[in-house]
Nanobody, 122 residues
Framework: QVRLVESGGGSVQAGGSLRLSCEAS????????MGWFRQAPGKEREAVAI???????NYANSVRGRFTISRDNAKNTLSLQMNSLKAEDTAMYSC????????????????WGQGTQVTVSS
């Protein structure tokens, strides 16, 4: 059974950093396409960063240069290092995974975690 559990969210001031983690079970992160999506109240869900099973990465323009997505095959986890956080980064962040598709589109992903809240105060 595939399961994704996020952690690491919290409240931080603008300019600060947070590191999100996603613990995966039921599959190997090295063999799946994975990513992070976020949704703020009243806004559409958007892709933040993805990492394909090939290792290719992609980022939303709004976070490029500030966020870094990575995976630890030994620990079977996905991470998102978030630096220079801005108030507009405030959202619920969810970890996603899919065996077949790798895209900056939420409908490409079959498996979703429950999410972890990130709040950035200015």
């Amino acid at each position: 059974q595939v399961r994704l559990v996020e952690s690491g969210g919290g409240s931080v001031q603008a300019g600060g950093s947070l590191r999100l983690s996603c613990e995966a079970s039921g599959f190997s992160v090295s063999k799946y396409n994975m990513g992070w999506f976020r949704q703020a109240p009243g806004k559409e869900r958007e892709a933040v960063a993805i990492i394909c099973d090939t290792g290719m990465r992609n980022y939303a323009n709004s976070v490029r240069g500030r966020f870094t997505i990575s995976r630890d095959n030994a620990k079977n986890t996905l991470s998102l290092q978030m630096n220079s956080l801005k108030a507009e980064d405030t959202a619920m962040y969810s970890c996603v995974a899919d065996r077949e598709f790798c895209a900056m589109e939420f409908h490409a992903y079959t498996f979703w975690g429950q999410g972890t809240q990130v709040t950035v105060s200015s």
